[in-house]
């Protein structure tokens, strides 16, 4: 990310085009599997359908916490080091905790939406959910952190806080399965899996959404990085120096 | 030992300002004692002993986690009066320390505070421990520690931020969220007599050593973060 902004890299001018497009495909394949091929399901009938979302979704929705923790980690390493790639890591940290928070609502309520039909209930306090709406307040307050405190030590308090976060939930999940245990049990292997003729969907949808993930992952980061280059810019403006290319 | 040494000057000075001026702990007492109040009018307790019984262990912690809120916000609204905390940025003992010596004068606070209250809990509410009450000795001290060592180091994060009385609890809870279902299942436990408190016990001390071995790592960036 060191080019400048006026020259777009090849990264952005064909690559970025490129995987929207395929992402783009890949998601009508999903959707014309998850909702026209895959066969209805026997008891839930096509309610299920929303399964092929919330599954996918939900299950992404675990891998940013992995990034923004390593993103965090980063930071407060590189921050006496090497500044500018500390900015760095810290952009990919608020833009892994905001996919977070997004691929965590979705799934919220995905299975908020799934639960009532079926279970007859909108929430239950199980052990799953429990942990899960969990997390969605963890990074909430990570993301509420960084919003009011004031931009020069945001980056610090915020990588403490993704630390506490990622020893938290570990415990959070086995304290929660100690205590309540309706969730449907995981759907691959064992009693009640998934019949093979919904794998398709499922896999479709999956190779989609984590595609899509991705995308706006980068987008974010790099919307980030933008502003970085922004403010810095606009101290050095403001000291009335010449602004230099060092980001 | 040197450490010991600086943690037991933080500690006195801060038991001392307290001792002076006695706003905390005054503080909490009294907001405990209306939360109980306020909590009576939800049920009535004399009425629906079982009832009382299920959801006090509840009650309590919830009421001392709004009390501690208080008291936390307050012990490092001490520390910027005057650019001491700038002070204590310079000084060249580990930056721990003060952590440590603040947690341990927050957690006599609330302690102190917990002595007062339990009993006048049990009177309103017409509690007789059904279990073995002697565990609550072992409870009451664990949760708290829990509470404060996390609430300090937030207390000291949230420093930095706009409306910081509003973020201590919006962070705080969600991280407390495992030791907050520890304590009160363990002292639901010992009050109904249903289940042993044994596992929720291991919690809470796991979660103890874990987040004050974190807390006292992290403390540094934390203060040092100009």
Not at chain 1, 103 to 123: H, N
Not at chain 2, 14 to 39: A, C, P, Y
Request: with cysteine; aromatic share 14%; glycine share 6%.
């Amino acid at each position: 990310m060191q080019a400048n902004e006026n020259h777009k890299s090849p990264v952005t001018k064909f690559l970025l085009p490129l995987w929207l497009l395929g992402t783009f495909a890949v998601l009508a394949v999903g959707y014309r599997q998850a909702i026209f091929i895959a066969p209805t399901e026997a008891t839930m009938g096509d309610i299920q359908r929303i399964f092929y979302y919330h599954v996918t979704n939900a299950s992404l929705a675990l891998v940013p916490p992995y990034i923004n923790l390593i993103a965090s980690l980063g930071y407060l390493f590189w921050r006496g080091r090497n500044p500018a790639r500390a900015l760095a890591a810290d952009a990919l940290a608020i833009a892994s905790a905001e996919i977070t928070i997004l691929l965590t609502s979705i799934g919220l309520l995905t299975g908020i939406l799934w639960a009532r039909p079926v279970w007859g209930i909108w929430w239950t306090w199980d052990e799953r959910l429990t942990t899960y709406l969990l997390l969605w307040m963890l990074y909430v307050s990570y993301v509420l952190v960084r919003r009011l405190s004031s931009t020069g030590q945001a980056h610090t308090l915020a990588a403490v806080l993704s630390i506490f976060a990622a020893v938290d939930v570990p415990i959070t999940f086995m304290s929660i399965r100690w205590w309540r245990t309706q969730h449907p049990s995981p759907v691959f292997g064992g009693n009640g899996s998934l019949d093979p003729s919904m794998y398709p969907a499922v896999f479709w949808n999956l190779a989609g959404w984590a595609m899509w993930t991705a995308f706006l992952l980068y987008f974010r980061y790099a919307l980030e990085r933008r502003r970085q280059r922004a403010a810095a810019s606009h101290s050095l403006d403001f000291l009335g120096q010449v602004q230099t290319d060092e980001y | 030992m040197n450490y010991a040494r600086h943690v037991l000057t933080h500690l006195r000075k801060d038991l001392r300002l307290e001792w002076r001026t006695k706003d905390s702990i005054n503080g909490m007492l009294f907001f405990t004692l209306l939360v109980v109040v306020v909590f009576s009018l939800a049920f009535d307790p004399t009425a629906y002993p079982s009832i009382a019984r299920q959801i006090s262990g509840g009650l309590l912690w919830v009421a001392l986690l709004f009390a501690a809120m208080t008291a936390l916000n307050q012990s490092w609204a001490r520390e910027v009066r005057n650019h001491v905390l700038d002070a204590h940025r310079l000084v060249t003992a580990p930056a721990s320390t003060l952590f440590v010596g603040k947690a341990l004068a927050n957690f006599i606070f609330v302690s102190a505070v917990e002595i007062v209250l339990a009993p006048i809990f049990g009177v309103f509410y017409n509690l007789h421990p059904l279990g073995q009450a002697w565990l609550l000795i072992i409870i009451l001290p664990l949760g708290t520690w829990a509470l404060v060592v996390n609430g300090t180091f937030f207390a000291a994060l949230s420093l930095r931020t706009r409306s910081r009385e509003l973020m201590l609890p919006l962070v705080l809870f969600p991280i407390s969220m495992p030791a907050l279902l520890a304590m009160i299942q363990a002292t639901t436990a010992v009050l109904t007599g249903e289940s042993e408190p044994g596992l929720w016990l291991k919690l809470l001390i796991a979660f103890d050593i874990v987040f004050t071995t974190l807390c006292v790592l992290l403390f540094d960036f934390l203060l040092r973060e100009d």
